[in-house]
T-cell receptor, first 110, second 114 residues
Framework: AQRVTQPEKLLSVFKGAPVELKCNYSYSGSPELFWYVQYSRQRLQLLLRHISRESIKGFTADLNKGETSFHLKKPFAQEEDSAMYYCAPQTQGGSEKLVFGKGTKLTVNP | DGGITQSPKYLFRKEGQNVTLSCEQNLNHDAMYWYRQDPGQGLRLIYYSQIVNDFQKGDIAEGYSVSREKKESFPLTVTSAQKNPTAFYLC?????????????FGDGTRLSIL
């Protein structure tokens, strides 16, 4: 069965510290991978996607096919990064469905 | 701002009643989706539609029904067969065609049982 795991429900760091939000997936084939973010009182929105190899708001995510992981990283966390983060692999085969992890709530303390 | 509009923001259902959640998009997207979000559960896919007049069941379709008569609209009906309907419901849309297309989300509807 296709599955995505975000092992940390809650993650708390201090401002300026590095942060890593973990995501592991179990999929047949090679899924496309996304990170979505939901800030307080805002709608869920795309943060970044693997296919674009981009860095958004200082965040990057590296796909490790051997470990089947897509961890989200930022070298220096900011208070405005506090939010709920969801890892979401996308199935292939025409349906383009996203399968969301249960999310990690990141709190960046001053 | 435009994009995806869900209404109402809050909805209450009586026992045995069907209720319909509205989702409208002005992004000219072909694909639309309905998710259910429960605390600590992430988002689970209820139904999705890749084109007008066509839709498929997601992972938790039982007790729900949808229609896609217009490209911009994808209403979700929570039927009386759904025994645990209390949840936060999110609608999303995406450009059709190809891997890597992101989904755009609405603000959600919170459904509660009276």
């Amino acid at each position: 069965a296709q599955r995505v795991t975000q092992p940390e429900k809650l993650l708390s760091v201090f401002k300026g510290a590095p942060v890593e939000l973990k995501c592991n997936y179990s999929y047949s084939g090679s899924p496309e991978l996304f990170w979505y973010v939901q800030y307080s009182r805002q709608r869920l929105q795309l943060l970044l996607r693997h296919i674009s190899r981009e860095s958004i708001k200082g965040f990057t995510a590296d796909l490790n096919k051997g470990e089947t992981s897509f961890h989200l990283k930022k070298p220096f966390a900011q208070e405005e990064d506090s939010a709920m983060y969801y890892c979401a692999p996308q199935t292939q085969g025409g349906s383009e469905k996203l399968v969301f992890g249960k999310g990690t709530k990141l709190t960046v303390n001053p | 701002d435009g994009g995806i509009t869900q209404s109402p923001k809050y909805l209450f259902r009586k026992e045995g009643q069907n209720v319909t959640l509205s989702c409208e998009q002005n992004l000219n997207h072909d694909a639309m989706y309905w998710y259910r979000q429960d605390p600590g559960q992430g988002l689970r896919l209820i139904y999705y539609s890749q084109i007008v007049n066509d839709f498929q069941k997601g992972d938790i379709a039982e007790g729900y029904s949808v229609s896609r008569e217009k490209k911009e609209s994808f209403p979700l009906t929570v039927t009386s067969a759904q025994k645990n309907p209390t949840a936060f419901y999110l609608c999303a849309s995406s450009i059709q065609g190809g891997i890597g297309q992101p989904q755009h989300f609405g603000d959600g509807t919170r459904l509660s049982i009276l």
